[in-house]
T-cell receptor
Framework: AQSVTQLGSHVSVSEGALVLLRCNYS??????LFWYVQYPNQGLQLLLK??????LVKGINGFEAEFKKSETSFHLTKPSAHMSDAAEYFC??????????FGSGTRLLVRP | GAVVSQHPSRVICKSGTSVKIECRSL??????MFWYRQFPKKSLMLMAT?????????EQGVEKDKFLINHASLTLSTLTVTSAHPEDSSFYIC???????????FGNGTRLTVT
């Protein structure tokens, strides 16, 4: 079985500050890990994914995440927040079938 | 890039009626489509997995007779909410992939309101 825990339903940062969104997973098989962003009343857009290989993955819009097996974590970071980054972010885990199990989401608020 | 189109984006229906939501892959053939439901301020809950030409596989707790899924072609899957009730009001999102180990592409969702 697989599951995802996202710590913090809301994260608030100032524009230009570091963004850190936390994600921990549980998986009995080698996990595939994803971060998605959702804007209001829209579907999901893939930010980045980890399947195999390099544990530090870079995505779109300046985001990156690091797979840490020892910590069962896949935290999402961005060095400098923009107002346009304000959205809901979902971490997800799957096996090779890409049947995604989502975390509960973290709403990122960016203060001017 | 791969585009998944979902229609309608919003629908309001009366209690007891049925509503059909379409999910189309516009520039690729989707062997598998997934249907998710998202409650307000909540995460996405996988409802069912739809494979072209075969019956959908429903997740535990999802009523297959209420949420009818049809995947008649490689580019179209439909979700029909039958005898809708206000508690069925939600945001429904579909996603599609080409092959077993291909990433998912999501539609923009359908906001269903049952009055």
């Amino acid at each position: 079985a697989q599951s995802v825990t996202q710590l913090g339903s809301h994260v608030s940062v100032s524009e230009g500050a570091l963004v850190l969104l936390r994600c921990n997973y549980s998986s009995s098989v080698p996990p595939y890990l994803f971060w998605y962003v959702q804007y209001p009343n829209q579907g999901l857009q893939l930010l980045l994914k980890y399947t195999t290989g390099a544990t530090l993955v870079k995505g779109i819009n300046g985001f990156e995440a690091e797979f840490k097996k020892s910590e069962t974590s896949f935290h999402l970071t961005k060095p400098s927040a923009h107002m346009s980054d304000a959205a809901e972010y979902f971490c997800a885990v799957s096996d090779s079938s890409y049947k995604l199990i989502f975390g509960s989401g973290t709403r990122l608020l960016v203060r001017p | 890039g791969a585009v998944v189109s979902q229609h309608p984006s919003r629908v309001i229906c009366k209690s007891g009626t049925s509503v059909k939501i379409e999910c189309r892959s516009l520039d690729f053939q989707a062997t598998t489509m997934f249907w998710y439901r998202q409650f307000p301020k909540k995460s996405l809950m996988l409802m069912a997995t739809s494979n072209e030409g075969s019956k959908a596989t429903y997740e535990q707790g999802v009523e297959k007779d209420k949420f009818l899924i049809n995947h008649a072609s490689l580019t179209l899957s439909t979700l029909t909410v039958t005898s809708a009730h206000p508690e069925d009001s939600s945001f429904y999102i579909c996603s599609a992939r080409v092959g077993r180990e291909s990433p998912l592409h999501f539609g923009n969702g359908t906001r269903l309101t049952v009055t």
